[in-house]
């Protein structure tokens, strides 16, 4: 009898979890002076150093982004011109840095968009058609000088060059004379996570495209855009990402394609014609090997990979089902630009703090599926993701096991479960049919902490929550729903972010945890659900001996395209 096509996507999965007497394999050893290099380039691709205007639009416009969190929320935002100040605002609030750090001699680059281990598996790359500034093709933005690289020219484009000036920076191309065209489509490195984490690497790569996808949803719903999910399989993305040619790629890490984005209104030009344009285009470029001598080799990585490779089109999904109740506002005095860019992984926690009963009940609403605001517009599917809340300290709310059902069925499909000692009784609150459960009362801070690897973080929290996937059902579809639902898990792990910032709290994501262990606490053992990512929020504590700088601070505040001063 053959296998189901998504055995190998399970045996991964299971050959990779944590146990409470071993870990998964990974590294004997960290050389911290031999990690691969943070940041990929294309040498020999023509560059162009894009404005740092992240609190601006343009300067013709002069309109702020400065905005506060509740429009960007509601969507309020009227939509921005689509020009390259805007492309540079976008980039820079998603896959942008967000400051550098300095411990002693070391110095290391934080992002935007958070990534397990600070390391940065995800690469984004922007396709345009018809915009005045840049040249019709494909282009990789280069965070660490946020930068475009070209690296396809379109067929049809008769511009240079990508940049808008000058020789050295190349020749302007002439105005469009429809509404350009904008994609953005990411990929992953998958060396830069095995470095560190070994087999279980591949998990925390994909979590990382969720991650990332929130951050691109907010920065595009920052500037009044939509972001909506391209059909497009991993052949054909590999093909307009240029990521199959072998040629670009000699001695360097290959890239797998994960998915692409549409950020501008709907267009003529489907997927299938943009990969043409790129197969007929021509292709500047050749990637830089990242280094750190691979002591250990994981050929799992490679194989889950292709176990999980999407050809042909997703399966379909039902639509989500949003809730009967309208969203709770979130009164944030940052501006949503500031929030951004200050979102950092809490370290410490304090062990004393507790937060308001009505604070969890919103930041627990934002990841309620709602089509008409993001980041679920972006993610309009029936959720497979619901979360089981270990409360810590909250005010008026016992501590213990409670349950986050985030569509209507999920409730009773794990009841039915789970241990028959959980009450699944629902939370009383002023709030119509809020899906928040109760389970079991107790103490849950060493459980939180022990299900955390041993982390003193995930008992520290206000709380700490474990994100638990309809595993089965969605593997039943397609074998790279494994992917998906580690995306729609990072997904919300960049809300649960957000939304802990907005509120004065900060968050951390845990990607080590006991898996089965898990399961056994819940009795969901055998039940075809699965854990992908925990996750805590609390009172984050800044450790004093860390210290910042700005994240392009050569730049010395001055706008390189327009002359503005920031």
Same mark, same amino acid.
């Given at each position: 009898?053959?296998?189901?096509?998504?055995? *190998?996507?399970?045996?991964?999965?299971?050959?990779?979890?944590?146990?409470?007497?071993?870990?998964?394999?990974?590294?004997?050893?960290?050389?911290?002076?031999?990690?691969?290099?943070?940041?990929?380039?294309?040498?020999?691709?023509?560059?162009?150093?894009?404005?740092?205007?992240?609190?601006?639009?343009?300067?013709?416009?002069?309109?702020?982004?400065?905005?506060?969190?509740?429009?960007?929320?509601?969507?309020?935002?009227?939509?921005?011109?689509?020009?390259?100040?805007?492309?540079?605002?976008?980039?820079?609030?998603?896959?942008?840095?967000?400051?550098?750090?300095?411990?002693?001699?070391?110095?290391?680059?934080?992002?935007?968009?958070?990534?397990?281990?600070?390391?940065?598996?995800?690469?984004?790359?922007?396709?345009?058609?018809?915009?005045?500034?840049?040249?019709?093709?494909?282009?990789?933005?280069?965070?660490?000088?946020?930068?475009?690289?070209?690296?396809?020219?379109?067929?049809?484009?008769?511009?240079?060059?990508?940049?808008?000036?000058?020789?050295?920076?190349?020749?302007?191309?002439?105005?469009?004379?429809?509404?350009?065209?904008?994609?953005?489509?990411?990929?992953?490195?998958?060396?830069?996570?095995?470095?560190?984490?070994?087999?279980?690497?591949?998990?925390?790569?994909?979590?990382?495209?969720?991650?990332?996808?929130?951050?691109?949803?907010?920065?595009?719903?920052?500037?009044?855009?939509?972001?909506?999910?391209?059909?497009?399989?991993?052949?054909?993305?590999?093909?307009?990402?240029? &990521?199959?040619?072998?040629?670009?790629?000699?001695?360097?890490?290959?890239?797998?394609?994960?998915?692409?984005?549409?950020?501008?209104?709907?267009?003529?030009?489907?997927?299938?014609?943009?990969?043409?344009?790129?197969?007929?285009?021509?292709?500047?470029?050749?990637?830089?090997?990242?280094?750190?001598?691979?002591?250990?080799?994981?050929?799992?990585?490679?194989?889950?990979?292709?176990?999980?490779?999407?050809?042909?089109?997703?399966?379909?999904?039902?639509?989500?089902?949003?809730?009967?109740?309208?969203?709770?506002?979130?009164?944030?005095?940052?501006?949503?630009?500031?929030?951004?860019?200050?979102?950092?992984?809490?370290?410490?926690?304090?062990?004393?703090?507790?937060?308001?009963?009505?604070?969890?009940?919103?930041?627990?609403?934002?990841?309620?599926?709602? *089509?008409?605001?993001?980041?679920?517009?972006?993610?309009?599917?029936?959720?497979?993701?619901?979360?089981?809340?270990?409360?810590?300290?909250?005010?008026?709310?016992? *501590?213990?096991?409670?349950?986050?059902?985030?569509?209507?069925?999920?409730?009773?499909?794990?009841?039915?479960?789970?241990?028959?000692?959980?009450?699944?009784?629902?939370?009383?609150?002023?709030?119509?049919?809020?899906?928040?459960?109760?389970?079991?009362?107790?103490?849950?801070?060493?459980?939180?902490?022990?299900?955390?690897?041993?982390?003193?973080?995930?008992?520290?929290?206000?709380?700490?929550?474990?994100?638990?996937?309809?595993?089965?059902?969605?593997?039943?579809?397609?074998?790279?729903?494994?992917?998906?639902?580690?995306?729609?898990?990072?997904?919300?792990?960049?809300?649960?972010?957000?939304?802990?910032?907005?509120?004065?709290?900060?968050?951390?994501?845990?990607?080590?945890?006991?898996?089965?262990?898990?399961?056994?606490?819940?009795?969901?053992?055998?039940?075809?659900?699965?854990?992908?990512?925990?996750?805590?929020?609390?009172?984050?504590?800044?450790?004093?001996?860390?210290?910042?700088?700005?994240?392009?601070?050569?730049?010395?505040? &001055?706008?390189?395209?327009?002359?503005?001063?920031?």
């Amino acid at each position: 009898m053959s296998q189901h096509p998504s055995q *190998p996507a399970r045996l991964y999965h299971e050959r990779t979890k944590h146990h409470l007497d071993h870990l998964a394999r990974g590294p004997e050893y960290l050389d911290w002076d031999d990690q691969p290099d943070p940041f990929r380039r294309f040498d020999g691709a023509e560059s162009l150093t894009l404005p740092l205007i992240a609190d601006r639009i343009g300067d013709q416009s002069g309109e702020s982004l400065d905005r506060p969190w509740q429009e960007l929320l509601d969507g309020t935002i009227p939509p921005a011109p689509i020009d390259l100040a805007s492309l540079a605002a976008l980039l820079q609030l998603s896959l942008g840095l967000a400051v550098w750090k300095r411990h002693g001699p070391n110095r290391w680059a934080l992002r935007c968009n958070p990534s397990s281990g600070n390391l940065h598996p995800t690469e984004g790359y922007l396709i345009c058609r018809g915009l005045a500034e840049l040249g019709d093709g494909v282009y990789h933005y280069a965070p660490g000088q946020h930068r475009l690289e070209r690296r396809c020219r379109f067929p049809a484009d008769t511009s240079e060059s990508p940049s808008p000036r000058g020789r050295e920076d190349g020749v302007r191309k002439r105005a469009p004379e429809n509404t350009p065209e904008i994609w953005i489509a990411l990929s992953s490195i998958f060396w830069r996570e095995a470095w560190k984490y070994g087999e279980r690497a591949f998990r925390y790569v994909q979590l990382d495209i969720g991650h990332a996808l929130g951050a691109l949803r907010y920065a595009a719903a920052l500037l009044g855009w939509k972001a909506r999910f391209v059909e497009i399989d991993d052949p054909g993305l590999a093909s307009l990402l240029g &990521l199959d040619r072998d040629v670009d790629f000699e001695g360097a890490e290959r890239e797998h394609p994960d998915l692409l984005l549409q950020l501008t209104p709907a267009s003529p030009t489907a997927a299938t014609e943009l990969t043409q344009l790129a197969r007929q285009g021509e292709w500047f470029g050749k990637a830089n090997p990242l280094g750190g001598e691979p002591h250990f080799k994981w050929p799992v990585i490679g194989q889950v990979a292709q176990a999980t490779r999407l050809q042909g089109r997703w399966p379909q999904r039902p639509p989500a089902h949003p809730p009967g109740h309208p969203p709770r506002p979130i009164d944030c005095p940052k501006p949503a630009p500031r929030l951004i860019r200050e979102r950092r992984s809490a370290q410490a926690m304090d062990p004393q703090q507790a937060m308001p009963r009505d604070d969890l009940l919103t930041l627990l609403d934002t990841l309620l599926p709602r *089509p008409d605001r993001p980041p679920w517009d972006g993610w309009p599917h029936q959720p497979r993701i619901h979360l089981v809340l270990m409360i810590h300290r909250v005010e008026e709310l016992e *501590p213990g096991l409670y349950l986050l059902a985030r569509h209507p069925a999920a409730r009773e499909a794990l009841l039915k479960k789970m241990k028959e000692e959980f009450d699944g009784n629902p939370i009383a609150t002023k709030i119509p049919d809020f899906p928040l459960y109760h389970l079991l009362s107790g103490d849950s801070q060493q459980v939180a902490r022990i299900l955390g690897c041993h982390q003193n973080i995930a008992a520290h929290g206000c709380f700490s929550a474990s994100m638990l996937a309809e595993f089965d059902a969605a593997l039943n579809d397609h074998p790279a729903e494994y992917r998906r639902l580690h995306w729609e898990a990072g997904l919300i792990g960049h809300q649960l972010y957000l939304g802990a910032e907005a509120l004065g709290l900060q968050g951390t994501g845990i990607g080590c945890f006991f898996d089965d262990a898990v399961l056994d606490l819940l009795g969901l053992t055998e039940s075809g659900y699965q854990p992908l990512y925990h996750f805590t929020v609390g009172k984050g504590l800044p450790d004093a001996r860390i210290q910042s700088d700005p994240p392009y601070g050569e730049r010395v505040g &001055l706008d390189h395209c327009s002359g503005q001063t920031l």
